[in-house]
């Protein structure tokens, strides 16, 4: 009989971090040789590309996705299908489905239509991380930690979105505003969410004053522990102006508990505001040895889970468009870090955090992973458990 919780589904998660916790040791030792350590960051791309790539069903918005896939209609049926029919029936965007058509009339399979949509996101985290750090290994282990599995597990649509972005961020350093656009529009086609970007393209690459900062994060933690709700305030003020069907929208979110207030002190909290006091520290001392667009985005990130705690429905979806930061401010806070023993205090505590954090959020059944290399449970029978245990938990 499957339980519900185990830390038996922990166990691959686990003994994939160990296996790259392995690689960057030995990455570390080969820093200053470029050939050896170029071989050992492609063997963790490929990794990267078999873990998640060929996946079988894990975590659970695969049940709407592959049914989605099978019910696509192909480019040779031109004649009976129209893509505002298909809108309509689903509630995906239109460059989602433009783009899973296109896949589905090449391979009419789902699992190499996930298989692609990972490598084209892989690849693009791999240009990221190799132009902004030389610890490649540590930045895909803080991309596997945040929000890395929620992004390609389960966010097909949004994680198009998010690449977009990634690959704007050039333009945006380089003062490009049509390339940033258009790259921001595109993503719009595959998730909504991506409209968050457009406006960011006037600060994201800015020197924001380390005292405003600093102010904003203390106002953020006062109003997050003594939640103290101002947001609310403000839209129900909001609500009785436009009235109608946003007034509505607002009573309804807010009436509803799962919508509710997602403050405490949680380990999250501590990790957040631990992460934010160290990027804060060594960014005041040596601001080039950061990439700025990334730490704009970090603060974002923060400040969000501060300043929004009132509406979990907003913590818990509008940072993952920004937890990619983690990805490369942690290898440049760790290439800041002077002393050995330094470094050797922050893989220890490191270490530790990342099994704890990779053993809690992967306990539930939802999660217990399996790949097509190794054989995978039907989706019938993946079907038939997970509905059996929201069932319960409802």
Not at 361 to 387: A, C, H, P, T
Request: glycine share 4%; net charge positive; aromatic share 20%.
């Amino acid at each position: 009989m499957l339980q519900h919780y185990s830390y038996i589904y922990s166990v691959p998660y686990l003994v994939y971090f160990f296996f790259l916790l392995l690689t960057m040791l030995k990455e570390f030792v080969y820093l200053n040789k470029r050939q050896e350590k170029k071989k050992l960051d492609l063997l963790v791309l490929g990794s990267l590309i078999v873990f998640f790539g060929l996946r079988g069903f894990v975590y659970t918005d695969w049940t709407l996705y592959y049914q989605f896939f099978l019910k696509l209609p192909m480019l040779a049926d031109w004649d009976y299908w129209t893509l505002d029919g298909i809108v309509f029936d689903c509630g995906y965007e239109k460059g989602f489905i433009l783009y899973s058509i296109l896949i589905k009339s090449l391979f009419s399979n789902y699992f190499i239509w996930v298989f692609i949509g990972s490598l084209l996101d892989l690849i693009v985290i791999h240009k990221i991380i190799t132009k902004n750090t030389n610890y490649y290994i540590l930045a895909v282990i803080m991309f596997i930690l945040f929000g890395g599995l929620t992004i390609e597990f389960n966010l097909y649509r949004n994680s198009k979105a998010i690449i977009c972005f990634l690959l704007s961020i050039n333009y945006l350093q380089k003062r490009k505003l049509i390339p940033y656009l258009l790259l921001n529009a595109l993503g719009c086609y595959f998730h909504i969410s991506a409209l968050l970007y457009l406006p960011l393209y006037f600060i994201l690459d800015r020197r924001i004053n380390m005292k405003l900062i600093w102010t904003l994060f203390i106002i953020g933690n006062v109003i997050y522990l003594f939640q103290i709700p101002y947001l609310s305030k403000i839209l129900l003020s909001v609500g009785a102006i436009l009235g109608g069907r946003i007034n509505a929208l607002i009573y309804f979110y807010m009436a509803d508990s799962h919508f509710g207030v997602s403050a405490g002190i949680t380990i999250g909290y501590i990790e957040r505001a631990i992460s934010f006091i160290l990027l804060a520290l060594y960014y005041q001392k040596s601001r080039n040895s950061f990439t700025q667009v990334y730490v704009n985005m970090f603060f974002i990130y923060v400040f969000i889970y501060l300043y929004c705690s009132e509406f979990s429905i907003i913590t818990q979806r509008v940072p993952l468009l920004f937890v990619l930061s983690y990805t490369i401010i942690y290898p440049q806070i760790f290439a800041c870090f002077t002393s050995l023993k330094t470094k050797r205090y922050f893989l220890v505590v490191f270490v530790l955090y990342s099994v704890l954090k990779l053993a809690e959020s992967n306990n539930e059944i939802f999660s217990r992973y399996d790949n097509l290399l190794f054989g995978i449970e039907k989706y019938e029978e993946r079907e038939k458990i997970l509905r059996q245990f929201i069932d319960k938990s409802e």
